[in-house]
């Protein structure tokens, strides 16, 4: 008969398996560090020789500092007691000081920071003011103070442990709160909190099981590291003579006083081993919590790749059943029967690999790609989340982690890159090979004007004065179509727009003419008609400079208006490469077709009709939101007078630009947000101008989809446990009921109830998002308010999140008030849309008349700057839109 053991992952806990090398050393040493002081606290009666304070045994006398011997083995101490036996006990009275006083302050600085950070006004104010007011005081007088205020500076056993507690706990509480009230502050503004309120939620459980349970992995932290110091603490109230009655138990401290005068007459016994003992135990207590700190911290733990397993998988099995093959099959595919002009590349890569090593192994990310770039040439490398596209890029430049091994070959010219090292490439950085980047705001030093940062990469390559180097910032600036760039040159990157930001970025990028730009999604973070500019820009400085362009991109519009070719990746691999016209006309691979017809496209969509004869659900009247201004700046106004109305069975798609007031306007739709005047009706019942209190039992009637699947989730609880919280909050439905309605929601949006037990981590972004939407219709509301509930997924979920979507809405028959930035995709579902701009509803009617046949100049700018997926098309678009986007910025 076999005997099965438990598998190691069983057995060894979660932080020591993500630990390595010098990190689990540290961890493991600091654990059996702590467990062998707690072994000898609980043990400490039958460990020890003799009690604490016994001066002799069976009549005879230990003698005074007496050295170490056979019957004493760490010697006696001045007042004739045994060392070691001192020592041993003292664990004890140190081990249920530092656990007493740890649980004391979280107990009482968590629950204080929650509701702190939480709720605000005048409590969160008085708090922060008390806290840092204790928070400053020298926290051993603070414990010294404390300590004499409730034992008057002695007391027995029990009273003496406690008292000590308590002032260590005083001194504790404010760093407990602060880091919990911080935590806090963070995730009251999660969307997984919002969706919570959203459904009517109440405070205590929304801080216990939405905010607690999601701050909560810093105690354990903050736990450790504060009894290193409470040990200190400890010992330095007992040395001062302010800790526990020595004749009711022993404490390190007060050892430490009595063997003071020792040190001097070579008597060191009786002052190391107590010393000794206090450096053990908080280098234990130090070695974990560090440790844990470096474990437990996100940013510092190696990841797989930009998406989850679940997204993979998801993908993986969309494109076997495209292909009829796995996804290990794939190779890159070259058309024999295109016959395209060789040029001299300007940057080549050939078979290059990018592997990384993670804490699940081995991750490859990109396996073995060639392609090449001439001057003058834009090749566009397209695929969706995971594809290996950035990591190629990046690995060109040498930005990789130092987790990333990188195999085969990178020429630029006639120059290998990879295996360079950074001393190597930084002259080539920025001088011969450049880089934009996704988000222009992060890119650039929020610290230092635009100028600087561009005059930086000029004297870091040329040898030229900083007069000479300013000059030609603003030449730049004014290259890149800066208005005003003279003075703008000066501005921070907060005093500029998005687009402005932007432009910033590409005249850094072209500061030394490069030979090649690498764009990294250089248009996803900016709003159509700025992207519109920027890829006017970028092309014109093709044209003028002859410079060679990377373009990387999931925007399929993006890559018909700018690519001379197009490369296609999945899963670290080229599946097609091709002249773009070629590619959009004729995509040779299934996996590519599947792409491109996964696109939505602007005026060939056939959306849903009116519904003028259904009842209104929803009806917004003369709505007005501001918000306060900043030291005695005037309110800003996101919400200028805007009225509309929703009907049953009818999609309302809502657009415009950021900054627009769209999604002000959806969040004040179901309380969220409170309007400063106007009217909300929903189902005849007003919404607007109530309290929670009073809009608590209307919440059944709207549901809300968040932008982001991953974020609107709670991740500390089971797909199953976020369906059913509105069941819980708003019904008497018995468990069974709710488990059953659970398993009927999630079949209605095609994932079944199997998955009521997954956590959202292991859900890929297109399932989450049936997920938030199967919570949104759990109470069967009358009215959904979707804020861009597709534009953070790849092409191909979305169009299975939108085909779901339209099903279920035209079964359910809800009001929607569909709000996206993304034309195409209202196309696609509204039956009338409406426009706004700075707060203003500028236009609203049926769809095919707003995008057919708009009347208002705005609404026809931000059609026009809609890049389509048709390379001919778009290039009709392009010379018909004409001068209608040249003061975009």
């Known amino acids: 008969m076999s005997t099965r053991f438990p598998s190691l992952s069983k057995v060894v806990p979660s932080v020591v398996r993500q630990s390595h090398g010098l990190q689990r050393f540290m961890l493991l040493l600091g654990f059996a560090l702590v467990l062998m002081f707690v072994f000898v606290a609980i043990f400490a009666p039958w460990l020890a020789p003799y009690d604490f304070n016994a001066d002799r045994s069976g009549g005879v006398v230990f003698g005074t500092q007496q050295p170490p011997s056979a019957d004493h083995w760490f010697g006696t101490s001045v007042g004739g007691t045994d060392v070691l036996s001192r020592v041993i006990y003292g664990t004890r009275t140190a081990v249920e000081v530092i656990i007493l006083a740890v649980l004391l302050s979280a107990l009482v600085g968590v629950p204080l920071g929650l509701v702190s950070g939480y709720l605000g006004g005048w409590l969160d104010r008085v708090l922060v003011l008390v806290m840092d007011a204790l928070y400053a005081f020298p926290s051993l007088l603070l414990a010294i103070v404390v300590s004499i205020v409730l034992s008057g500076g002695n007391s027995g056993a029990v009273g003496g442990i406690i008292a000590a507690a308590v002032s260590i706990t005083v001194v504790f509480v404010p760093q407990y709160f602060r880091v919990i009230r911080n935590a806090t502050l963070s995730v009251k503004s999660e969307p997984y909190v919002d969706a919570a309120k959203v459904v ?10 939405h905010v607690f349970s999601n701050v909560s992995s810093s105690l354990p932290v903050i736990g450790t590291l504060n009894a290193s110091e409470a040990i200190l603490t400890l010992a330095g109230l007992g040395f001062l003579g302010f800790g526990i009655e020595p004749s009711a138990a022993a404490e390190w401290g007060y050892d430490l006083n009595k063997a003071l005068p020792d040190a001097s007459s070579g008597i060191w016994w009786t002052g190391v081993f107590p010393g000794l003992a206090i450096v053990l135990i908080v280098l234990g207590a130090t070695l974990v919590g560090e440790s844990l700190n470096d474990i437990l911290n996100p940013l510092l733990r190696t990841r797989g790749a930009d998406t989850s397993e679940a997204d993979q998988a998801e993908i993986e099995h969309e494109f076997e059943e495209l292909t009829g093959a796995p996804s290990v099959e794939v190779r890159s595919v070259a058309e024999p029967g295109d016959h395209v002009e060789k040029k001299v590349a300007a940057l080549s890569l050939t078979d290059l690999a990018v592997t990384f090593r993670t804490d699940a192994g081995q991750v490859k990310a990109v396996n073995g790609i060639s392609f090449d770039v001439a001057p003058g040439e834009v090749v566009a490398v397209v695929g969706e989340s995971g594809s290996g596209k950035s990591v190629s890029s990046r690995a060109v430049l040498g930005l990789l982690p130092s987790t990333a091994d990188v195999s085969g070959s990178a020429r630029l010219g006639e120059r290998e890159l990879l295996g360079m ?12 090979v450049s880089m934009v980047f996704q988000e222009p705001a992060t890119a650039l030093n929020p610290v230092y004007t635009v100028g600087w940062q561009i005059v930086e990469g000029l004297q870091a390559h040329q040898k030229i004065s900083k007069k000479a180097a300013r000059a030609r910032a603003v030449e730049l600036l004014e290259l890149v179509g800066m208005p005003d760039p003279a003075e703008r040159v000066s501005y921070y990157p907060h005093q500029l727009s998005g687009g402005q930001k932007q432009r910033v970025v590409i005249a850094m990028a072209i500061a030394c003419d490069p030979d090649v730009i ?41 890559v018909a208006d700018m690519a001379d070719r197009v490369v296609v990746m999945y899963r670290g691999e080229i599946v097609e490469q091709a002249p773009a016209r070629q590619l959009f006309a004729a995509p040779a691979h299934p996996y590519t077709r599947a792409l491109l017809d996964a ?25 007005v939101v501001e918000f306060a201004g900043r030291f005695g700046q005037p309110a800003f106004r996101a919400v200028d007078h805007v009225s509309l109305e ?8 809502l657009v415009g630009e950021s900054g627009s007031g769209k999604s002000t306007v959806g969040r004040t739709t179901v309380g969220l947000q409170q309007p400063t005047s106007g009217t909300i009706h929903v189902s005849g019942n007003q919404v607007s101008g109530l309290s929670d209190r009073e809009l608590r039992p209307l919440r059944s009637r709207f549901g809300f989809v968040f932008q982001d699947p991953a974020s609107s989730l709670n991740p500390r609880m089971s797909i199953g446990q976020c369906i059913a919280e509105p069941l819980h909050v708003q019904t008497d439905m018995e468990q069974s009921q709710i488990d059953a309605k659970v398993a009927s929601l999630l079949d209605s949006v095609e994932l079944g109830g199997g998955y009521a037990e997954r956590f959202p981590h292991e859900l890929s972004g297109g399932q989450r998002q049936r997920v938030s939407l199967a919570r949104a219709l759990a109470l069967d509301p009358d009215l959904l308010i979707a804020d861009e509930p597709t534009s953070a997924l790849d092409v191909s979920v979305q169009a299975r999140v939108l085909e779901l979507f339209t099903e279920l809405q035209q079964r359910l028959q809800f009001a929607c008030l569909f709000i996206s930035h993304d034309l195409a995709v209202v196309d696609t579902l509204a039956n009338r849309v409406a426009v706004m701009q700075h707060g203003k509803l500028v236009e609203i009617g049926p769809r095919e008349q707003v995008l057919g046949r708009p009347q208002e100049d705005y609404t026809k700018r931000l059609i026009a700057a809609v890049p389509v997926p048709d390379p001919d098309e778009q290039a009709r678009r392009r010379a018909e839109r004409g001068r209608l986007l040249t003061d975009i910025s």
Do not use: Y
């Open 421 to 432: 090292s950074s001393g190597s490439l930084r002259p080539l950085r920025g001088d011969r």
């Open 599 to 623: 696109v939505p496209h602007l005026g060939r969509e056939n959306g849903p009709g009116l519904v003028d004869d259904n009842e209104i659900v929803l009806k917004v009247d003369d709505l």
């Open 200 to 209: 009517g939620v109440r405070t205590p459980r929304i801080l216990r099981k």
């Open 518 to 558: 690498i764009a990294d999604e250089p248009t996803t973070a900016l709003d159509v008609t700025v992207q519109a500019a920027i890829l006017e820009l970028l092309l014109s400085l093709r044209d003028r400079l002859g410079t060679a362009i990377v373009l990387i991109t999931h925007n399929m519009g993006v």
């Open 646 to 653: 929703v009907r049953k069975g009818e999609v309302l798609g």
